[in-house]
């Protein structure tokens, strides 16, 4: 189709991209504003040679915190073991979290840069969100202890029960929604107009018999 062709179209079919944006937007809308808010809590572990640091005639070195950084990577993997995720959901019984649950509401995140871990929980339910996360964070300590036979990771900060949801990107959703329904009204107006044999104007008949049109018989109303 020519260019003038699908602005032709799309002007013949202007009420069907409004429709479809606004029932976009207003899936958005609806995703965005009717979905239960979302709470995130942390938790801030460390892990590093306590026990080089506790001797008194020796210092940490460069070295060590590089090791402690090595070592995070590695250890971050215990978190989503099922014996770690049954645990916790022992801990919490009281949130009635069942073991998958568990493992999709916690999540892990460090730096490459740093011996820091930090372990967050995400729920409908701010304080199940701060109970997850902390009673991760005891359970990973633990399973390290077992592993490593050492006491090489600490809690640097316990969660606190989350006062204000994550942000849901309400005007992203909203904007995606009013998108997605353009994209789709043009979509369908491209096809329908591709496949319209329909003459609307005399560039439209001398396309397509051929020749030159001379002159057109305009339409009266006699009545």
Known sequence: MEIRQVINSVAR???LIVLLMVTGGGIGFQS?????PLYKADIKLYIINRDKVLMSDQTL?????????????????I????????AV????????????????????????????????????DPAAAAAVANAAGREFIIQIRKITNSDNVGILDEALVPNYPV?????????????????????ITYTIGY??????SVEDVEK???????????EYDIR
Not at 32 to 36: G, L, P
Not at 195 to 200: I, L, N, R
């Open 13 to 15: 079919k202007w009420w």
């Open 32 to 36: 965005a504003y009717f979905t239960k």
């Open 61 to 77: 070195k460069s070295t060590d915190l590089e090791l402690s950084q090595q070592l995070v990577r590695p250890y971050s993997e």
């Open 79 to 86: 978190i989503f073991s099922r014996s770690m995720a049954t």
């Open 89 to 124: 959901a022992r801990d919490v019984n009281n949130y009635h979290l069942t073991i998958d649950n568990i493992l999709s509401i916690v999540k892990i995140d460090s730096n490459k840069d740093s011996n820091i871990l930090t372990i967050s929980a995400i729920s409908s």
């Open 167 to 187: 942000s849901n990107n309400e005007i992203q959703k909203v904007l995606l929604g009013l998108l997605s329904g353009l994209m789709v009204a043009f979509g």
């Open 195 to 200: 496949f319209d044999t329909t003459v609307y």
């Open 208 to 218: 397509g018999l051929k020749v030159r049109v001379i002159g057109i018989i305009p």
